[in-house]
């Protein structure tokens, strides 16, 4: 089932030093070449203090060096720190960190990819030509790693990006998409499909909900949905499967279809839709069986930007 018409950690450092603040009275002196070991930080230094290491208080309790004064003098200090650490406190951490997202800096290397940021290097061998007679067989790019020509992104970043696909879930169940790369983590063309060899990028959608995937130039991709989320090695060819390329290295041309070549039978609803044009495939007019002629179902589009929307039930 492919496209035949397409050649296919941040360190906390507060501005404000903690070195700034002075202990409540100072130490007596204690053992000779004691106060050599004495931690250099203030702070650390104060709670480490036991209350006779400041010396007797004065008669009546009233020195400033008293026990009692020095423990109220410690607390209103520390307090004053944690205010000072919730207002001044980088992003991820404290009450208004915000939550880790897409936006996160990615954990790979990255290159300068016309399709948009964040995109590993292409795998090896991505550009070799497939043969003539057999486009199906070209390798495409899958990243380096492996699967890091795929990124889930915020509705928000979809600007940033040429190549996007935006899933959203019409039904009143949960729906887990899986999305793979037509070449397998292998290496070998068309076994992507084969989740016991390769990974597959899988993520769930509420009823309603939608979920934007980014793709770098020269990316063969195909998915499926299923309420439970049990997709596995084989499973998929009983299922309605979208299959899109973005920029092959060939032609750079893209294309997408639906499909539901499934000797089991058909099930699953699914329609993929060009943002731009309108063009519209369903199960309607997927591939039907093994001997429907491909390129009569595959939306072929020109080289240049492709945002799709797939839309399940």
């Known amino acids: 089932m492919s496209i035949s018409s397409l050649n296919r950690a941040s360190s906390f450092q507060p501005s404000s030093s903690l070195s700034q603040l002075k202990p409540a009275a100072a130490s007596a002196q204690g053992v000779a070449g004691a106060s050599a070991q004495q931690p250099r930080n203030d702070l650390r230094r104060m709670l480490m203090t036991d209350s006779f290491e400041a010396g007797p208080s004065r008669p009546g309790g009233a020195s400033g060096g008293g026990f009692e004064t020095?423990?109220?003098q410690l607390v209103s200090q520390l307090s004053q720190l944690v205010k000072m650490l919730q207002t001044q406190s980088p992003a991820g951490l404290g009450q208004g960190a915000a939550p880790a997202s897409s936006a996160a800096a990615p954990a790979h290397p990255t290159y300068n990819s016309d399709a948009g940021p964040g995109f590993g290097p292409p795998s090896a061998g991505s550009t070799e030509p497939a043969p003539a007679n057999a486009p199906w067989l070209a390798k495409n790019n899958v990243g380096s790693p492996y699967n890091s020509n795929m990124q889930l992104i915020d509705e928000s970043q979809k600007g940033q990006f040429k190549y996007t696909n935006t899933?959203?879930?019409?039904?009143?169940?949960?729906?887990?998409?899986?999305l793979w790369?037509?070449?397998?983590?292998?290496?070998?063309?068309?076994?992507?499909?084969?989740?016991?060899?390769?990974?597959?990028?899988?993520?769930?959608l509420q009823?309603?909900?939608s979920q934007v995937v980014a793709f770098d130039s020269n990316t063969s991709v195909a998915w499926a949905a299923?309420?439970?989320?049990?997709?596995?090695?084989?499973?998929?060819?009983?299922?309605t499967w979208g299959e899109a390329t973005f920029a092959n290295?060939?032609?750079?041309?893209?294309?997408?279809?639906?499909?539901?070549?499934?000797p089991a039978g058909h099930n699953g609803k699914m329609s993929i839709t060009n943002e731009a044009t309108g063009?519209?495939?369903?199960?309607?007019?997927?591939?039907?069986?093994?001997?429907?002629?491909p390129a009569l179902h595959d939306v072929g589009v020109p080289?240049?930007?492709?945002?799709?929307?797939?839309e399940i039930g």
Not at 167 to 178: D, L, R, S
Not at 249 to 262: H, M, N, P, R, V
Not at 303 to 310: D, F, I, S, Y
């Open 167 to 178: 899933f959203t879930n019409k039904t009143n169940e949960p729906q887990t998409i899986t």
């Open 70 to 72: 020095q423990l109220s």
């Open 181 to 204: 790369n037509k070449t397998g983590e292998n290496g070998n063309p068309n076994d992507g499909q084969n989740f016991d060899k390769s990974t597959p990028k899988t993520f769930t």
């Open 249 to 262: 290295s060939g032609t750079g041309w893209s294309g997408f279809d639906t499909s539901q070549i499934a």
């Open 226 to 239: 299923s309420k439970d989320g049990t997709a596995k090695p084989g499973a998929n060819s009983g299922q």
């Open 279 to 293: 063009k519209t495939v369903t199960e309607a007019n997927a591939w039907q069986t093994e001997k429907d002629d």
């Open 303 to 310: 080289a240049g930007p492709l945002n799709l929307r797939t």
């Open 207 to 209: 009823p309603g909900q």
